[in-house]
């Protein structure tokens, strides 16, 4: 992986966007798993559906790994300082998620080449699942 | 009880140690294939000591190696089928490898009510033996009422 350089960086730049595999059932039990966050309502349709969602519904924080791995295949995981993230919409089964970003703000601080990008989740219908922020340093 | 007077107030300190096959576990499922997640030489060549966590790991360290939901909820006084996770930060001050063990300390640091909501601020810290502090995170949970 190349790091971009800060001096080649324009605010407004696009972060190159990353499009997932649909979210499967399969997925959500291993997150389940892998994170250790076992609320029925990630894999228990009856649950899903009691809570009016009509079936099992994404862990918000999978989508966040996935606005992670977006801005980690963009800038090296070392370079990345804050990351930010508001769980706005539920994700089910199906949905196909794109992160994308932008460059909104750049500074030196302290000698440290710091850049500010807003990031986002949405689905196929442009359904806005995550909103956030990341700083890095480059 | 008065919700605001819990501002301060903390959990047990917990010790929660990495695994390489548990960093492995979270790329899989993400479905992030970044081999700095799952090769151990790849990950050095890169400078790291080990194959690193990903951006998101700190939640499994919350809930693996700390209490459960059940208890964040009795700390709380919280509803648990009102309860939302309503925003995560992360402030990555160094990384995370495999056989890290990292020390976390949690503590309430805020809580509003707003419309028909509990807001609650929920901040950690993330100590590596050895080499000090490498995460912080703050967790915003929202109680519906």
Known sequence: MKTPL?????????????????????????YAGASGDFNPIHFQNAVGKMAGFGG?????M???GFV?????????QRNLKKLKARFVNITKPGDVITVTGRVTAKR????????????????????VKVEGSFEACL | MEKSKLVGSSLPEFTFRVEKGKIREMALAIGDGKKIYTGTEEAKELGHRDVIAPPTFGLCIDLWGGPDFMEIC?????????VLHGEQEFEYLGDICAGDEITVSTSLAGYTEKKSMHIFSIDSAYTAAGRGPVLKSRKTIIELQ
Not at chain 2, 74 to 82: D, E, S, T
């Open chain 1, 6 to 30: 800060f001096s080649e960086i324009n605010i407004g730049d696009q972060m190159p966007a990353l499009v997932k595999d649909p979210v499967s059932e399969v997925q959500l039990v291993k």
């Open chain 1, 56 to 60: 099992v519904i994404a862990h918000g």
């Open chain 1, 62 to 64: 999978l989508i966040m």
């Open chain 1, 68 to 76: 992670g791995q977006a801005i980690t295949d963009w800038i090296p």
């Open chain 1, 108 to 127: 030196i601080e302290d000698r440290e080449n710091i850049i500010i990008c807003e990031v986002k989740a949405e689905d196929q219908n442009s359904q």
């Open chain 2, 74 to 82: 009795r700390w709380l006084g919280l509803n648990p089928v009102k």
